[in-house]
């Protein structure tokens, strides 16, 4: 088209949550904390000076990624205006103090809210109510805690919304917050909303019965319609208010061709059509709708939507009054709108009333996509954020129902080696988070390698403090020190090998910078690590144009039989190890056509195989890639083959193998930048083993990208949080939820019936073992499923063991354990039944031993028998 128009101010960068963002400012990181929280180690500490608070603290630098985009720094959701809106509590102190609940909203944190508390206080929960007198898109509560003191700052809370305030639907979030000062953003999945109201349950240091707050604020849409999908465009048309034909084709049906090369642009040439301009999609059939995908034209910014307004119609003749308004930001990424309520109905009209950039009276759109709700029998579906006091940046999945989480030196920022780490579990039963400041170990666990242990605990290493050790014990709960690796690393790989020890590869993130980080192994017989100097960390480089800091991360390694160790990603030259004697390294051979991968994933989703997917040639600003392969393992062959691409491509995402040996992958950015949300992936995907395809799962409500975090859990679900940890960021991401896959559920979201294991599942075995399984009814197979660990989109704990049964009578079985440790790797395992249908039973956990002991548990005594 002819460009005679006024030239292309400057882009504005800001954070989205889809396609590529314009371009990345930066921001040193490493802020002064806010307020320090007191250890509560269980172990007795080591005589320490006491802790700074974290306000008082100087501010620390990260050794190395100290950088966070500028888009990084601005919510991608606009703040709602408060004009008209008014609070109302359960409670207010007004005799002792002003604590009425309008100081909410009056834009003062000197004033407060505070729950009544002269004469006989007011006992917990405590609740206020914001009323916007309208309707609007709603996806965060912004919590600002007072600035004189901290009683009454909240603990434990609740976010219900309604449309009418009077019916309230279960909470659409709940969680912890920590005790400090800060601003807290608590998000939920986004939706149309009058009323929003948050209750405190806890206070958060245990001061007493009350709660207080200086100012409330809610976000309105993010673009991130959650637990949606695209819908087919099959057979749909669209027609305009006006199209440019002469100077160009820019016809409306341009936005439903697939090609984003292509755009309908309002008539330019001649006289050109004023503002505002429309664009109709006639689906051709209706249609449940709850959001509108817009991208924008991408060769230039002329007639990119500003101010906007979404109407329905069933007939195309009366639309009714906007399911969506708002204004988009002037840039190139993708815009969604989601809908105050989803509508049934055939004719989508989006009217734009300004162009975005004050350029002209154009408008233009490259593609236009709708997107309704998911079916969760076959899309799943997403339970209410859970909110944590810090970001989970690494987890663990621990017996009795819990997942354990931390982050580095403060809940929302690293940096430094300050020799303590902020953690928290979540009791999966009752949904709380409990978090304490581990002191004990001098450790701080920033960036760490992980590895479960063959009694069940939790080996961590490296990070801020790179050469440190410390362990995990369920058990106990409690953490302790071992000794020093050899060398100090950060990002390095990790895995259990089949003679119950631990081996580590790479990690130059941190540590002596120049050196090859070459592989050891630590004992749990010993506590100490033996050097493998013929195994260094240099065939397994990827190509990244950082150097060693960069190409030597995130290692995926499966282990196998006799000590041996398959490297296969994500560099694309694949390496055997062997960690006996002083070890070696042997290629492999390369994976397939595939070029590296940082920042993808390796799941072993049977015995000897393995899915790899996603990554980029580079740890980041480099295009991620949609591609997936499998690998394939015969005794010392391995056989890499290209399978079916994901919808999307994707980097730092994180992926799960589920019981029935499907494969889910969860967020991830088109073009991986840390501590960005822009390029995000919200739509999940599951990889069949059967057909080699992905498909699409129910959208996420949050992004989850660099420092996110996904697990399975005993009951079948998965856990998908974190992301962030920037400190003064909008892409802090302190929350996670739990999806339930499409297995589990009926058409109309009820819960299938699942099969029960009653008895026969011991503590501990050994491999080699037959178990006597009873389960109440018919089950068609049982599976061992690896408890896990997750950390910077890497997990080389988890694996899928599938088992040999037989019915020996009706609901009892023979279940035969492989006798090989490279097959059964040591360690906690989810043992799953399944029935013909593929339904999963909550899993019992049991330990096995590595095949050396005897059966008997090797690093601690055996644990007493757990669920």
């Not at 004189?148 to 809370?157: C, I, K, L, Q, T």
């Amino acid at each position: 088209m002819q460009f005679r128009r006024r030239p292309a101010r400057p882009r504005r960068v800001r954070r989205s949550h889809l396609l590529v963002g314009a371009g990345l400012g930066s921001l040193l990181i490493g802020l002064t904390p806010w307020l320090g929280i007191e250890s509560q180690a269980t172990a007795t500490p080591p005589p320490a000076p006491a802790a700074t608070p974290f306000d008082q603290q100087p501010a620390k630098q990260s050794p190395h990624h100290g950088i966070v985009p500028a888009n990084a720094l601005e919510p991608s959701a606009p703040v709602l205006d408060r004009t008209g809106w008014t609070a109302t509590a359960s409670d207010e102190e007004t005799v002792g103090e002003n604590g009425r609940a309008a100081n909410v909203l009056d834009g003062s944190t000197a004033t407060i809210w505070h729950s009544k508390w002269s004469g006989t206080p007011a006992p917990l929960p405590h609740s206020i109510t914001i009323d916007m007198h309208r309707t609007a898109v709603v996806s965060a509560l912004i919590y600002v805690p007072r600035t004189s003191g901290a009683n009454g700052r909240v603990g434990e809370y609740s976010i219900s919304v309604s449309a009418d305030g009077q019916n309230w639907a279960n909470p659409v979030a709940t969680g912890t917050l920590a005790d400090d000062a800060s601003t807290k953003t608590l998000g939920f999945a986004p939706q149309g909303a009058r009323f929003v109201r948050l209750t405190a349950l806890t206070e958060a240091g245990g001061r007493g019965p009350w709660t207080s707050a200086a100012e409330l604020n809610l976000l309105g849409d993010p673009g991130t319609p959650a637990a949606t999908v695209d819908l087919s465009r099959t057979g749909w048309t669209a027609t305009a208010s006006d199209e440019e034909t002469v100077g160009e084709n820019g016809r409306a049906a341009n936005v439903l061709d697939g090609d984003s090369a292509t755009f309908w642009h309002s008539k330019w040439s001649g006289t050109a059509a004023p503002l505002p301009h429309s664009i109709t999609i006639d689906m051709h059939r209706t249609q449940t709708v709850s959001a509108l995908t817009y991208q924008p034209r991408r060769d230039g910014p002329n007639g990119r939507a500003g101010t906007y307004s979404i109407t329905t119609s069933t007939d195309g003749s009366s639309f009714g009054a906007p399911v969506a308004t708002g204004t988009w930001r002037d840039d190139d990424t993708v815009k969604t709108a989601t809908f105050t309520r989803a509508e049934n109905s055939r004719f989508i009209r989006l009217t734009v009333t300004t162009e975005a950039g004050g350029r002209g009276p154009w408008t233009s759109a490259a593609e236009i996509r709708l997107s309704g709700p998911a079916s969760s029998a076959v899309h799943g579906s997403w339970d209410r954020i859970t909110g944590f006091p810090l970001v989970p940046v690494a987890t663990a999945v621990l017996p009795g129902d819990k997942l354990l989480a931390w982050s580095a030196y403060a809940t929302d920022r690293f940096g430094g080696s300050s020799g303590y780490t902020q953690t928290a579990i979540l009791d999966l039963k009752t949904g709380k988070v409990t978090q304490r400041r581990i002191d004990n170990t001098g450790h701080d666990m920033f960036c760490p390698g992980i590895a479960m242990l063959a009694d069940g605990r939790v080996l961590v290493t490296g990070g801020s403090n790179a050469e440190k050790a410390s362990i995990y014990d369920p058990v106990t709960d409690a953490w302790s020190a071992t000794t020093n690796m050899n060398i100090a690393r950060g990002y390095q790989a990790m895995t259990l090998i089949s003679t119950g020890e631990a081996f580590v590869l790479g990690g130059s993130w941190s540590g002596t910078a120049g050196t090859d980080k070459a592989g050891e192994v630590w004992s749990p017989n010993t506590g100490t690590w033996r050097s493998l100097p013929g195994v260094p960390a240099g065939p397994a480089l990827t190509a990244d144009p950082a150097g060693p800091y960069r190409a030597d991360n995130h290692m995926w390694l499966y282990a196998t039989s006799g000590g041996k160790v398959l490297q296969l990603g994500p560099s694309k030259q694949m390496n055997w190890i062997s960690t006996t004697g002083t070890g070696s390294i042997t290629a492999a051979g390369p994976r397939a056509d595939s070029p590296d991968a940082m920042t993808g994933n390796a799941v072993a989703y049977d015995i000897g195989k393995l899915l790899t997917l996603g990554g980029s040639p580079a740890y980041q600003d480099s295009p991620a890639t949609r591609r997936a392969y499998t690998v394939n393992l015969s005794g010392s062959q391995v056989q890499a083959s290209r399978t079916g691409d994901m919808a999307h491509a994707r980097g730092f995402s994180n992926s799960v193998v589920l019981p029935d040996g499907k494969v889910a992958v969860f967020g991830g950015q088109a073009y991986p930048v840390p501590f960005s949300d822009a390029t995000s992936v919200l739509a999940p995907e599951l990889w069949d083993p059967a057909t080699g395809t992905f498909s699409p799962l129910a959208t996420m409500a949050i992004p989850r990208n660099y420092h996110s975090v996904a697990n399975l859990l005993p009951d079948g679900r998965i856990f998908s949080g974190g992301g962030g940890l920037c400190g003064d960021c909008a892409t802090n991401h302190a929350d996670g939820a739990v999806f339930t896959p499409p297995y589990l559920l009926n058409a109309d979201g009820s819960p299938k019936p699942r099969p029960v294991i009653t008895g026969g599942v011991p503590s501990r075995l050994a491999p080699g073992a037959t178990l006597s399984v009873s389960t109440q009814g018919p089950v068609a197979s049982f599976v061992l499923m690896r408890a896990a660990a997750a950390t910077h989109s890497t997990d080389n704990d988890q694996r899928r063991v599938p088992l040999k049964s037989t019915a020996t009578g009706t609901g009892t079985y023979t279940v035969s354990v492989p006798a090989d440790s490279g097959v059964v790797l040591p360690g906690n395992y989810m043992l799953f039944a399944l029935d013909a249908q593929g339904v999963p039973s909550i899993a019992k956990f049991l330990t096995v031993a590595p095949s050396d002991s005897g059966g008997v548990v090797i690093g601690r005594p055996a644990p007493a028998p757990r669920r």
